[in-house]
């Protein structure tokens, strides 16, 4: 807990993967740090996910295609995308930006702007995990995304020639060579791409714990409550939270799919959506196993080995921000995913829910605040924050430091939405 009324170098609000590789990244660098955050492990989707650290994940939601096949998911005909109707007037300005972006060039463009941070994402795990002592929980293990025929297979062709483009080593992998790597799913996947530069976390809230617990050994405050706003003062920043003002000469707004009300206090508006998924743990029975992440192309589930368990995780729904979860779609792709692998018991009484923080481009939004150039944005990582988180981290750091960030960081600019 933050005591009395000390100043900080840097004041995170978020305690995710994002906020919480900043605050360490800027502790590397000799900064006096505070992280604002309720510290409940399960409201974060960092906690949640299904682990993939992601070599391949260059897309933006906003693709090709997209639009065709919006009629499915308003009509709730498609697994993989859900939508709450009443949420619709509510997320119109979001999704208008994002029909804009489902546009060839700008897809094409977006990957290109993400693959050099996601080349990066795998080795900066590592790199703050061995900080941490957390490299046993990180594995090289590949990643398979199965499809059931060939005609599917066929609609990832322009995905491939642009993986290629950007030297991403892909395997095109038939029935049997999926069977070898992956002999305990069912033998319903006529092809599959395998991610050989992929690897995955054992357990995403362990680990974020142990970056937590990291950065609290480092010196680190953490103040456990929600912030209410950001202000500017004489020499600074200071952030509101829990009756206090607590002020840095830097604030990182690092609040994950909360980040863009915050921002509003200060009068930045960003298209932001939390795309929510839901996940729940399942039994293996003796001898049946799963290496590594595996997506279900038709059936819009992931299956990710956890702890010695499977983690089932849905694709998108999009909904009110504080509407209660409703288990629908993961409910409707167990029996099918039990199809898949032959799990058993449910570990947890009801599945877990979380928000991924989404822009309608697919860019996370990090750069400085256009008119308050000691608020740093960090969010809006939306599908693959897990894995970008470290190298976020790296950038917000650099920022505050005046440094030249470790990567291009343009396409991210907060500008692009006014901020
Ligand atoms: C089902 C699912 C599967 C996913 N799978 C993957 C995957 O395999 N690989 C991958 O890379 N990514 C994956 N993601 C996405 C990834 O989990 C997110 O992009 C990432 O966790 C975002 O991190 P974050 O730190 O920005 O946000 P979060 O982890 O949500 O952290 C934000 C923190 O801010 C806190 N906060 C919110 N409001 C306030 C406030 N007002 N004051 C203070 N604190 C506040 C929250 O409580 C939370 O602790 C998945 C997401 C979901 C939901």
Redesign the pocket.
């Known amino acids: 807990m933050v005591q009395g009324s000390k100043r900080f170098d840097v004041v995170v609000?978020?305690?995710?993967?994002?906020?919480l590789s900043a605050a360490l990244e800027a502790q590397s660098r000799g900064h006096s740090v505070a992280v604002?955050?309720?510290g409940?492990a399960t409201?974060?989707?960092?906690?949640?996910?299904?682990?993939?650290?992601?070599r391949g994940?260059i897309f933006p939601m906003a693709a090709p295609g997209i639009r065709a096949r919006l009629p499915r998911y308003a009509l709730g005909r498609d697994v993989a995308v859900r939508a709450r109707l009443r949420s619709l007037p509510y997320l119109m300005p979001w999704l208008v930006r994002f029909l804009l972006a489902a546009e060839e060039g700008a897809w094409r463009r977006a990957a290109a702007a993400l693959d050099p941070m996601v080349a990066q994402a795998f080795d900066r795990h590592v790199a703050l995990a061995d900080l941490v002592g957390g490299r046993h929980l990180i594995r090289r293990n590949g990643w398979l995304r199965l499809y059931r025929s060939g005609d599917a297979f066929a609609g990832s062709a322009l995905e491939r020639e642009v993986l290629a483009h950007h030297g991403v080593r892909i395997d095109c992998l038939g029935e049997d060579e999926i069977r070898q790597l992956e002999p305990h799913l069912a033998h319903r996947f006529s092809h599959g791409i395998f991610f050989p530069d992929t690897g995955s976390v054992e357990s995403p809230g362990e680990l974020v714990e142990l970056y937590r617990a990291a950065a609290g050994g480092r010196g680190a405050e953490f103040l456990d409550c929600?912030?209410d706003a950001i202000v500017e003062t004489e020499d600074g920043m200071a952030v509101l939270?829990g009756g206090r003002s607590i002020e840095g000469g830097h604030v990182v707004l690092?609040?994950?799919?909360?980040s863009a009300?915050?921002a509003r206090t200060l009068g930045y508006r960003f298209p932001l959506a939390a795309e929510?998924?839901?996940?729940r743990h399942f039994e293996l029975p003796e001898g049946v196993e799963l290496r590594r992440?595996v997506y279900d192309a038709a059936g819009g589930y992931v299956l990710s080995p956890m702890n010695g368990k499977v983690r089932l995780?849905?694709g998108v729904e999009l909904a009110l921000p504080d509407d209660a979860p409703d288990y629908t779609q993961i409910e409707a792709v167990e029996p099918d995913a039990r199809k898949t692998l032959a799990f058993t018991n449910p570990v947890e009484e009801k599945p877990w829910m979380?928000?991924?923080?989404s822009t309608p481009d697919g860019l996370p939004v990090i750069g400085r605040a256009a008119r308050h150039p000691r608020l740093v944005f960090a969010?809006g990582?939306?599908?693959?924050?897990?894995?970008?988180?470290p190298a976020t981290g790296a950038i917000v750091a650099s920022l505050i430091a005046g440094e030249k960030p470790p990567l291009p960081v343009e396409a991210f600019s907060p500008a692009r939405f006014g901020g």
Do not use: E
Request: glycine letters at 24%; zero cysteines.
């Open positions: 609000v978020g305690g995710g993967i994002v906020g604002i955050d309720p409940i409201g974060r989707a960092s906690y949640g996910n299904a682990g993939v650290l992601s994940s929600t912030a939270a690092a609040a994950g799919a909360r009300a915050l929510r998924g839901y996940h992440p995780l849905t979380g928000s991924r923080p969010f990582h939306g599908h693959i924050g897990l894995a970008n988180g």
